[in-house]
């Protein structure tokens, strides 16, 4: 089991979230920029963007928003290229008009890596989910594909046998559901939605700034605690 970190940052996600994806890229800059790589635990946590969408692919991430916008897909796709533009300030790709579909299997497989790595408080089953994300906003992957999601899932330890079975498990759907009951219930009405050593909630992509910030303000009140039960031992 690796050493407790100084911060642990719960973070409700979808892999089709473009501001996850932004919001996620400005966090991993603020953590490099204030020092504290070794000293901060990320932990994926299940959401779903849009739990209506259909299972397959039907149509692409600017005809989707263009539909929810009521706008035509010439401004849903300007929309994306203003995404675009920051995803480029942090130094990452973004593909305009992505495959959409429904990404609750893809919850269900994270969940199931991190219940096959009980040790490690959800590491294996967030660097399996950030590889898809990262992979989908990039263009090189389509998460969509069940050989897609098998082969990242070995990869992070599942065997194909256990990854294909979680695409449809009960037991993974449940703690997915949990997941997302318990970001409703702490008020997120969207996501990304951070949780900072399980006391601090930030909504959305906050600058990087906002971000060094919070983290200075945890890490200051952590060494403190961590001070006080030190004094009393």
């Known amino acids: 089991v690796s050493p407790q970190p100084l911060i642990e940052i719960d973070v409700w996600t979808d892999v089709v979230c473009p501001w996850c994806y932004i919001g996620e890229g400005r966090l991993f800059e603020a953590i490099e920029a204030e020092g504290l790589s070794d000293k901060v635990r990320l932990r994926a946590r299940s959401f779903e963007l849009d739990p209506t969408s259909p299972a397959e692919v039907a149509q692409t991430s600017t005809e989707m928003l263009a539909a929810k916008m009521g706008v035509s897909n010439d401004v849903a796709r300007a929309k994306e290229g203003e995404v675009a533009a920051l995803a480029e300030e942090l130094g990452r790709d973004f593909a305009i008009d992505r495959p959409f579909a429904n990404t609750r299997a893809i919850h269900r497989v994270m969940q199931a890596i991190n219940a096959a790595h009980p040790g490690d408080d959800g590491a294996t089953g967030t660097a399996f989910f950030l590889d898809l994300q990262r992979g989908y906003f990039s263009g090189t992957?389509?998460?969509?594909?069940?050989?897609?999601?098998?082969?990242?899932?070995?990869?992070?330890?599942?065997?194909?046998?256990?990854?294909?079975?979680?695409?449809?498990?009960?037991?993974?759907?449940?703690?997915?559901?949990?997941?997302?009951?318990?970001?409703?219930?702490?008020?997120?009405?969207?996501?990304?939605?951070?949780?900072?050593?399980?006391?601090?909630?930030?909504?959305?992509?906050?600058?990087?700034?906002?971000?060094?910030?919070?983290?200075?303000?945890?890490?200051?009140?952590?060494?403190?605690?961590?001070?006080?039960?030190?004094?009393?031992?």
């Open 141 to 233: 992957l389509n998460p969509f594909e069940e050989a897609n999601i098998l082969t990242a899932a070995s990869a992070h330890g599942l065997s194909e046998d256990a990854a294909r079975e979680a695409l449809t498990s009960q037991e993974s759907d449940a703690v997915v559901e949990q997941e997302i009951q318990t970001a409703r219930q702490m008020g997120a009405g969207g996501v990304p939605f951070f949780v900072f050593n399980g006391q601090f909630a930030a909504p959305g992509a906050l600058p990087t700034d906002t971000f060094r910030k919070a983290l200075r303000q945890v890490a200051a009140n952590s060494e403190g605690t961590a001070n006080t039960e030190g004094s009393h031992a």
